[in-house]
């Protein structure tokens, strides 16, 4: 932020009432406005600044400058602008000091083809591409994990932030505990909590991402190896302290589980599934998380493609043998015309707001009170265009009425039905 930039700011909240009580109230929304108006700040510049109180004016400049320090783990110069499409609302991820924007990038379908979770062979190139422009769209985050694409997903991560700026770069997310069989790949990952098996996936994962620490590390599922909870957690708390990772969260682990985590240490994130479809979370985890201070991040929140307002019985029939949606029974018999039903009953509401079915799906999903931000697969630009902008739709409580009224109408899937 250049010195001049710090003068306008600090005039306009010191001589305008009205802003100042804007200021308190949103601050993002007024440093938008500025920025609107020609203020150049860039995007950790803007974390801090939305952090500060109206009490911190007076030493605004020092205080600016020590927080940026500490929120830029690269040191790198922040001279970047932000631009309009950099914007996106954002959250505080927990007690993690990340603040995240309410829609992430989600890289489970990009690992490409050739194991037991794929959705089909993918074009390279076009996943570069959907990152760039999510980022560009001003997306802050990434989620992917070792198993996607079996270490491929991780490796097309690196890639496409590899030219980008260490300013303007995401936060990287990734998961442990399934493990591959290298001579097998297409054999079911097995769930291992075994901490030197832990310990070997977070090198590997550090080497892929071409990173010298993860922002967040999560343990994909429960152990199936034996190993006890304690065990498998206590490590992740171990990595953290280490530095190899900023964060530690757990991936579909129940409450009962987050209890038992959390007498250890605090878990920072839960990532569950959660879509208009599959509701059973909004049942005990996400009031336990809002009530202990652990941040969620949602994964499906169009049920894998189902709630996209693209997909349909016919598209489901075509599906190959290599994508796993074939062989579920959300993509077939009753329970797909259910889904379907579902999705067509969003048009209504997506049309009122002039939004699409798959951005109106995704904002359902951070409606729930205790929600930080959902997870969203994209394979081509396009696709990222088709919901990003239910990062900043808000849904009525007539339209969650009507959501609500259409769940239990076409019974698809389980869990209350409205926030």
């Known amino acids: 932020m250049t010195q001049q930039s710090v003068e306008i700011l600090i005039g306009k909240l010191l001589t305008d009432e009205e802003l100042r009580e804007a200021f308190e109230q949103n601050p993002h929304a007024v440093l938008v406005g500025l920025l609107r108006q020609g203020l150049h ?53 927990g007690t993690t000091g990340m603040r995240i924007t309410r829609v992430g990038f989600g890289a489970w379908a990009i690992g490409g083809g050739g194991w037991t ?61 399934l493990v591959w069989d290298e001579r097998d790949r297409a054999a079911p990952p097995r769930r291992v909590g075994d901490p030197l098996s832990l310990r070997h996936e977070v090198e590997g994962s550090l080497r892929r991402l071409d990173v010298e620490r993860i922002d967040l ?21 171990q990595l953290k302290e280490e530095g190899k990772v900023r964060a530690v969260g757990l991936s579909n682990h129940h409450v009962g589980q987050l209890e038992d985590a959390e007498r250890l240490g605090h878990v920072d994130t839960l990532q569950p599934p ?20 652990t941040g969620v991040i949602v994964y499906s929140p169009m049920q894998s493609g189902l709630l996209t307002g693209d997909f349909s019985l016919e598209r489901a029939a075509r599906l190959g043998a290599d994508d796993w949606r074939s062989r579920s029974p959300d993509f077939t018999g009753l329970g797909l015309r259910r889904n379907v039903g579902l999705a067509d009953a969003l048009r209504p509401i997506a049309e009122r707001h002039g939004a699409t079915v798959a951005a109106v799906a995704v904002a359902w999903t951070l409606a729930w009170p205790g929600i930080t931000g959902a997870i969203v697969g994209a394979r081509s630009p396009a696709q990222v265009d088709g919901w990003i902008g239910a990062a900043s739709l808000e849904l009525t409580g007539s339209d969650l009425d009507d959501i609500a009224a259409a769940i239990k109408r076409t019974g698809a899937g389980v869990g209350p039905v409205r926030p």
């Not at 690269?74 to 954002?90: E, F, K």
């Not at 590390?217 to 708390?237: I, R, V």
């Not at 959660?274 to 201070?293: D, M």
């Open 41 to 93: 700040l860039s995007r950790l510049e803007m974390e801090a600044l939305e952090s500060l109180k109206l009490s911190d004016m007076s030493g605004l400049v020092e205080t600016i400058d020590r927080r940026l320090q500490k929120a830029s783990l690269r040191r790198a110069p922040m001279t970047h602008a932000v631009r309009d499409t950099d914007t996106l609302p954002t959250a505080a991820l």
């Open 117 to 177: 979770f794929a959705w089909g062979n993918q074009d390279d190139t076009d996943s570069i591409a959907a990152i760039r422009h999510a980022i560009e769209r001003g997306i802050n985050w990434i989620d992917t994990a070792a198993v996607y694409g079996l270490g491929h997903s991780e490796e097309i991560v690196a890639r496409a932030l590899r030219d980008i700026p260490a300013d303007d770069r995401p936060y990287v997310f990734t998961k442990a505990g």
């Open 274 to 293: 959660f879509s208009a479809i599959r509701r059973e979370v909004a049942v005990a985890e996400l009031p336990w998380c809002a009530a202990h201070g």
């Open 217 to 237: 590390y999560q343990m994909h599922w429960p152990a199936e190896d034996g190993t006890a909870l304690e065990d498998y957690w206590g490590t992740l708390l």
